[in-house]
């Protein structure tokens, strides 16, 4: 059976070194409320220690989608500067899935909007279902999105489309989302969205796990460095990885036709 964390809003199960994570507040769409930020916090650091979990895969329960956001319900005013400092945005939750070094996948179904799909820009690889709706609606509650999605959307999209996304407010589907690039791949069905993107998060903690976590970090910290220094980053991280036990499996595995058993070694 699923642990839960943060009551049962969040979930974590793991399978096969894929550790599970499923928002579960279906009945408030997985709007984002304390038990929500405490149970994704508490889930994404237990999954980043435990050794045996290669890929995190995060996704969401109910019908309806994978989350609308910071929970309005929650919402207050404050009365000055110093008081909204207090209460401002408690984004560990968000910086815990960013936190991650090995990959995290978000499979996508109904609503994702504002704080949720920051979680989901949070992770590495996006897979939607058809189903799927995106939007940073922040601009029309007087706000902005508070996250990393000012940030992290127009990395991935590039600043033209961000900025219409965000000053529009405009919600988007599945299709756009793959052509923006919000998402890399698209299931064929609600159905299939889960198995889909469970299959990709089975075949990528099959590969060595050391691999897959230098990936990231070029990819990640090479974002914020020049080319040159991108390029160091690369060769250091490839270097390293001509010590490991993992590449000279991968290379006795190829010479013997058969597939490699990797150790993070
Ligand atoms: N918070 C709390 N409850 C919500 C939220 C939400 N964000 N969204 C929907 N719900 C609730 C509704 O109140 C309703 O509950 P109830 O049945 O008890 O009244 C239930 O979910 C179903 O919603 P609707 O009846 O509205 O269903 P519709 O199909 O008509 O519409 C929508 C669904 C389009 C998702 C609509 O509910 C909507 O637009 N919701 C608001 C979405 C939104 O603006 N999200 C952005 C929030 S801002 C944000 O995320 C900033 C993040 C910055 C980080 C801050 C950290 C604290």
Redesign the pocket.
């Known amino acids: 059976a699923p642990e839960s964390h943060g009551g049962s809003a969040v979930l974590v199960e793991r399978r096969n070194g894929v550790g599970i994570v499923t928002l579960n507040r279906p009945d408030?769409?997985n709007?984002?409320d304390m038990a929500v930020r405490r149970g994704l916090t508490r889930a994404c650091r237990d999954l980043e220690a435990d050794p045996d979990i290669r890929t995190v895969l995060i996704r969401a329960a109910g019908a309806r989608g994978f989350c609308?956001?910071?929970?309005?319900?929650e919402f207050r005013q404050v009365e000055s500067a110093v008081a909204a400092r207090r209460v401002a945005?408690?984004?560990a939750y968000i910086d815990a899935v960013a936190a991650l070094t090995k990959p995290a996948i978000a499979a996508v179904h109904g609503?994702c909007?504002?704080?949720g799909f920051?979680i989901a820009l949070a992770c590495d690889i996006r897979v939607a279902s058809p189903d799927a709706v995106f939007g940073l609606?922040?601009v029309?509650?007087g706000?902005i999105?508070?996250?990393g999605g000012t940030q992290r959307l127009p990395r991935l999209i590039g600043s033209g489309r961000a900025l219409d996304l965000m000053l529009t407010g405009e919600r988007f589907g599945a299709e756009e989302a793959l052509r923006l690039g919000v998402v890399s791949r698209l299931a064929p069905s609600r159905e299939a969205l889960d198995e889909q993107a469970l299959a990709l998060a089975d075949a990528i903690a099959a590969k060595s796990p050391t691999a897959a976590a230098y990936v990231k970090e070029a990819v990640k910290n090479g974002a914020d460095l020049d080319l040159a220094a991108g390029i160091a980053l690369e060769k250091t991280l490839f270097t390293l990885l001509l010590t490991t036990e993992d590449r000279m499996e991968a290379a006795a595995a190829f010479r013997e036709k058969r597939r490699p058993v990797f150790t993070g070694r």
Do not use: R, S
């Open positions: 408030a769409l709007a984002i609308v956001g910071a929970d309005i319900k945005p408690d984004i609503f909007l504002g704080g920051e609606p922040e029309n509650l706000l999105p508070g996250a």
